[in-house]
C-alpha cells in the first residue's frame, strides 16, 4: 500500500523527516521509551485531544504512549502536511486526525492503512450509520469516525412573525425580505465563501432536491440528471439576491457567520451547534432594542435571550432536509511503524470517555450513538434532539478520490453566489465537475 | 578580472600567458563550491520541474503515473482559468509598477534634495519596505473588511470592497505599491546620483525649466537605473503571491499565476499540471526578462524607454 518512490525521492523524504523530527527526539527521548504513537489533530480540540492522548496512554499499561500533535487551523493546510509527510515516508506520523471528506483520497492513494476486518467490526458497534460511511472507501474502513458535525438552523425569535421558525428555504428569504423592507435586521447567514463550505451548503441544498454530485462508484457524474441541480443553485441565487442580504456574504465562513448573528445583524444563520457555546460565552451577543435591531445602549435585552434553533430549512414544503454531515475520522497512516498498537489506540481515543469529553468541552457531537441519550451530554446540548434527528437524515460529501479537486470547481463556480445563474450553470458544472474528478485540467 | 596584457615581449608573453593559466585554474577553483551549489539549488529543482511538468503525476492516483509529453502545457494554455489569472497578473504588474515608477520618482527627487534630516527621511521612506509582507497584507485585510477596519467604514453602507474582483483588485494593488514603492525610490535615488550637477546648473544658465531639466536631462541620464528597478519590480509584481493569497486567497476572479499554480499543486496535488504552470510562469518571466535586457541595448540614450511598457 505505499507509495511508490524512487531512490532519490526516498533520500530526500528522509533527509527531511530528520531535519523535521530531530528536534522531537532530541526533546522527548522517544527511542528509548519504547513505542511511541504520534496523534496528529487539527488545531481546534487539540486541547480534548491531548487529554484524550494521555488517557490512552495511562491505559495502554506503557505497552505504548501517544503523543498528541497539532495541525494547522486550516482544513487545507492539514491535508497538505499530512500528505506531503506521507508521500515522503515520514515515519513519525501514526495516527491521524482526518476531516471527514479526505477517506476516499487518502485511501485510493495508498496514505491509510484499511482496518482489519476484526477491528472494523468493533468500530461499527454503536456508531452511528452515516459517521461510519464517511470513513470506509470500497466497502473497507479506512477512517473510524471520532466526532461528528451537522448543521441547524438558528434564528432570532423576536424577529418570526408568529413566532415559528421557517421550515423551507423560501419561506425563509420571505421573512428576511419582509424584515428588510421593515428595517429590522434581515441577513440570512450561510457559508458562501470560496471555500469547502459552499460545496456544503450547495450538496445539502441538492441532496435535499434529490439530487447526488457523483454516483456510488465516485466517478460518474450525476449533477445532469433530474431537475435537482437547478433547484439547488435556484435557492442559493435567491438568497444571495434577496433584499436586505448580507453585503458580505460571498466573504462568510462559519466563524463570520457566528458573529454576525451575533452582532444582532442576522435574522438567521445555517450552521454548526458550536454556535450556542459561543454566543454564551460572549455573554449573549449585542445588546437589541425593541425592534429587534443591534444597539450600544443597555437595554437588558441581548441576542442570546431570543436565540433558538429549528430542523435545517427543507426545499420543498413538506420535505426534508438531508444536510451534509462533517467531522472528524481517525486514521493509521501507512508509513506508521506501529500499525496493530496504532489500530487499539485508535479504539482507544475514540472511546465513549473520549467522546464525551470531546463534545463537552470541544463542541463536536459525538458518534457513538448511545452518548445521545447521556444526561451529561443532553444537559451540554439543550439541541441535541434536533442534532440527533439531522444526523439520522444526514448526506454524506461525495465520495471520490477527487474530492478536493470537486470541491474546489464547485465552490469557485458558485461564487459569488449572486451571480448564479440557475438553469446555464447546470451543464457547466456537471462539465467541470467530470474534469474534476477524472485530474483533467486545473482547478482554480 | 582576467589580466590582459598584449603590448608585452614574446618571451614575457609566454611566461605571463602560463601565469594566466594557473590564475584561470585557481579561479575555477575558487567558483567552483559556488557553482556547485547553485547547481544543486537551481538547476535541479528546475530541471526536475520541467520533467515533472511532461508527466501525468497526480499524488493522488500515484499509479497512473506516465509520460504524457506536452500535454500538460497544453492543458494549461486551452484553460479559461489560467488565461483569467493571466490576465489578472498582467493588468496587477502593468498598474502598480506604472504607480510605483511615478511615486517612486517623485520620492527619489524629494530624497535627493532633502537638505537636513537625509538619513532619517531615507529610514522613513524605507519602513513599508522593512515590514513583512504577510502582516502588513493582514492589516490591510482588516483594514478593508466592514465590521473590523477603519477603511471600509468609509466606504458607503454595505459595501465590502474585498469581495468584488475590481475593488479587490485595487486593494492587491494598493498593498503592493505601498510595499514596493520605497524599493523603487532607492533604486531610482541610485540613478539620480548619476546625473552631475554641472550639466543641470550648464542647462539652468541656457534657460532650461525645471520639466525640461527633468525630460532632458535627469531622465535620459537615469535611464539604465529606471529599467532595471523597472526590471526587477515587473519580475517580482509578475510572481505577486503573498498578497493575494492573504486578502482574498485568489477569490473571486482575482488569482494570479502564482495562486494558480499553488492550488493546482497543493490543493489538488497535481504535480503535472502544476508544474507545468511553475514552467510556464518561469517562461513568461523569461521573456519579460529578455525584453528589458534588449531594450537595454538597442535603445538610445533620450529616445523613449523600451521598457516603460
Known amino acids: 500500500m505505499r507509495p511508490r518512490r524512487d531512490g532519490r525521492r526516498r533520500g530526500i523524504g528522509l533527509l527531511a523527516a530528520a531535519l523535521i523530527t530531530a528536534p522531537a527526539l532530541a526533546g522527548c527521548g522517544s527511542d528509548d521509551q519504547g513505542v511511541v504513537l504520534r496523534f496528529y489533530t487539527p488545531a481546534d480540540g487539540a486541547t480534548q485531544y491531548a487529554q484524550a492522548a494521555a488517557d490512552c496512554t495511562e491505559a495502554a499499561g506503557g505497552r505504548y504512549r501517544i503523543e498528541q500533535r497539532t495541525l494547522p487551523r486550516q482544513a487545507d493546510e492539514q491535508r497538505l502536511q499530512l500528505a506531503r509527510r506521507i508521500v515522503g515516508g515520514d515515519e513519525t506520523l501514526d495516527i491521524l486526525g482526518m476531516d471527514v471528506t479526505w477517506t476516499a483520497e487518502f485511501a485510493e492513494a495508498g496514505w491509510i492503512r484499511p482496518f482489519p476486518p476484526r477491528v472494523a467490526d468493533q468500530v461499527r458497534q454503536g456508531t452511528l450509520e452515516a459517521a461510519y460511511e464517511t470513513g470506509t472507501w470500497e466497502n473497507r474502513l479506512f477512517a473510524a469516525p471520532l466526532n461528528t458535525n451537522t448543521q441547524l438552523l438558528w434564528y432570532r425569535t423576536d424577529l418570526m412573525p408568529g413566532g415559528r421558525p421557517p421550515q423551507t428555504w423560501d419561506e425563509m428569504i420571505d421573512i428576511a425580505e419582509q424584515l428588510a423592507t421593515q428595517d429590522r435586521p434581515s441577513w440570512i447567514e450561510v457559508q458562501a465563501a470560496q471555500y469547502e463550505g459552499l460545496t456544503v451548503w450547495f450538496n445539502t441544498l441538492l441532496t435535499s432536491a434529490g439530487g447526488r454530485i457523483v454516483g456510488e462508484d465516485g466517478t460518474t457524474v450525476r449533477l445532469r440528471e433530474g431537475d435537482a441541480t437547478r433547484q439547488a443553485l435556484g435557492v442559493m441565487k435567491r438568497v444571495a439576491t434577496a433584499r436586505g442580504v448580507d453585503p458580505s456574504l460571498s466573504q462568510r465562513d462559519e466563524g463570520a457567520s457566528r458573529l454576525a448573528m451575533e452582532d444582532g445583524n442576522a435574522a438567521f444563520q445555517v450552521n454548526y451547534p458550536f454556535v450556542l457555546p459561543g454566543i454564551q460565552e460572549n455573554d449573549g451577543g449585542s445588546f437589541i432594542d425593541e425592534r429587534g435591531n443591534p444597539t450600544s445602549r443597555d437595554t437588558g435585552r441581548r441576542v442570546g435571550d431570543v436565540f433558538a434553533w429549528a430542523p435545517y430549512p427543507a426545499v420543498e414544503p413538506g420535505g426534508d432536509a438531508n444536510v451534509t454531515i462533517g467531522g472528524l475520522n481517525l486514521a493509521v497512516s501507512s508509513t506508521s511503524r506501529y500499525p496493530p498498537q496504532a489500530f487499539e489506540a485508535v479504539q482507544c481515543l475514540r472511546n465513549r470517555p473520549n467522546q464525551l469529553r470531546n463534545a463537552i468541552d470541544g463542541g463536536v457531537p459525538p458518534t457513538l450513538e448511545a452518548l445521545y441519550t447521556d444526561p451529561a451530554f443532553q444537559r451540554e446540548y439543550p439541541a441535541w434532539r434536533a442534532i440527533k434527528a439531522s444526523l439520522d437524515d444526514a448526506s454524506v460529501r461525495p465520495e471520490s478520490p477527487a474530492y478536493q479537486s470537486i470541491s474546489i470547481v464547485i465552490s469557485a463556480l458558485l461564487n459569488p453566489p449572486s451571480e448564479i445563474d440557475p438553469h446555464a450553470m447546470v451543464g457547466e458544472l456537471a462539465s467541470q465537475v467530470e474534469a474534476a474528478v477524472n485530474s483533467e485540467g486545473l482547478v482554480p | 578580472?582576467?589580466?590582459?596584457?598584449?603590448?608585452?615581449?614574446?618571451?614575457?608573453?609566454?611566461?605571463?600567458?602560463?601565469?594566466?593559466?594557473?590564475?584561470?585554474?585557481?579561479?575555477?577553483?575558487?567558483?567552483?563550491?559556488?557553482?556547485?551549489?547553485?547547481?544543486?539549488?537551481?538547476?535541479?529543482?528546475?530541471?526536475?520541474?520541467?520533467?515533472?511538468?511532461?508527466?501525468?503525476?497526480?499524488?493522488?492516483?500515484?499509479?497512473?503515473?506516465?509520460?504524457?509529453?506536452?500535454?500538460?502545457?497544453?492543458?494549461?494554455?486551452?484553460?479559461?482559468?489560467?488565461?483569467?489569472?493571466?490576465?489578472?497578473?498582467?493588468?496587477?504588474?502593468?498598474?502598480?509598477?506604472?504607480?510605483?515608477?511615478?511615486?517612486?520618482?517623485?520620492?527619489?527627487?524629494?530624497?535627493?534634495?532633502?537638505?537636513?534630516?537625509?538619513?532619517?527621511?531615507?529610514?522613513?521612506?524605507?519602513?513599508?519596505y522593512g515590514m513583512v509582507t504577510v502582516a502588513a497584507a493582514f492589516s490591510w485585510q482588516y483594514a478593508w473588511t466592514p465590521g473590523t477596519g477603519y477603511l471600509a467604514n468609509l466606504l458607503p453602507e454595505g459595501s465590502a470592497p474585498l469581495t468584488e474582483q475590481i475593488p479587490a483588485l485595487a486593494i492587491v494593488v494598493l498593498a503592493e505599491v505601498w510595499k514596493t514603492t520605497p524599493f523603487m525610490a532607492l533604486l531610482l535615488l541610485a540613478g539620480l546620483a548619476l546625473v552631475p550637477d554641472d550639466l543641470l546648473r550648464a542647462a539652468q544658465v541656457d534657460g532650461a525649466g525645471p520639466w525640461q531639466r527633468l525630460t532632458r536631462i535627469i531622465l535620459p541620464m537615469m535611464k539604465p537605473a529606471i529599467l532595471v528597478a523597472l526590471l526587477f519590480r515587473t519580475l517580482d509584481a509578475f510572481r505577486i503571491f503573498d498578497n493575494i493569497y492573504v486578502l482574498t486567497r485568489g477569490n473571486n476572479g482575482t488569482a494570479s499565476v502564482s495562486i494558480l499554480g499553488y492550488d493546482n499543486l497543493f490543493k489538488a496535488f497535481n504535480l503535472g499540471i502544476g508544474s507545468a504552470i511553475s514552467i510556464t510562469i518561469f517562461i513568461c518571466v523569461a521573456i519579460i526578462a529578455f525584453l528589458f535586457v534588449k531594450g537595454f541595448g538597442a535603445a538610445a540614450p533620450g529616445s523613449e524607454p523600451e521598457g516603460r511598457r
Not at chain 2, 618571451?11 to 551549489?37: N, T
Not at chain 2, 493522488?60 to 490576465?87: C, H, I, K, M
Request: charged share 15%.
Open chain 2, 1 to 128: 578580472m582576467t589580466v590582459a596584457a598584449p603590448q608585452r615581449p614574446a618571451a614575457g608573453d609566454a611566461r605571463r600567458s602560463e601565469g594566466a593559466k594557473a590564475e584561470r585554474r585557481l579561479a575555477a577553483w575558487l567558483c567552483a563550491p559556488a557553482v556547485i551549489v547553485m547547481l544543486a539549488v537551481t538547476a535541479y529543482p528546475i530541471g526536475y520541474a520541467v520533467w515533472l511538468s511532461l508527466l501525468r503525476y497526480d499524488l493522488r492516483f500515484p499509479q497512473e503515473r506516465e509520460f504524457v509529453g506536452l500535454s500538460n502545457y497544453l492543458a494549461v494554455l486551452t484553460d479559461g482559468y489560467w488565461w483569467s489569472a493571466f490576465t489578472v497578473t498582467v493588468a496587477v504588474t502593468v498598474v502598480s509598477v506604472a504607480i510605483e515608477l511615478a511615486l517612486g520618482l517623485g520620492l527619489a527627487l524629494i530624497m535627493h534634495r532633502t537638505l537636513f534630516g537625509r538619513g532619517t527621511v531615507r529610514t522613513l521612506v524605507l519602513i513599508p
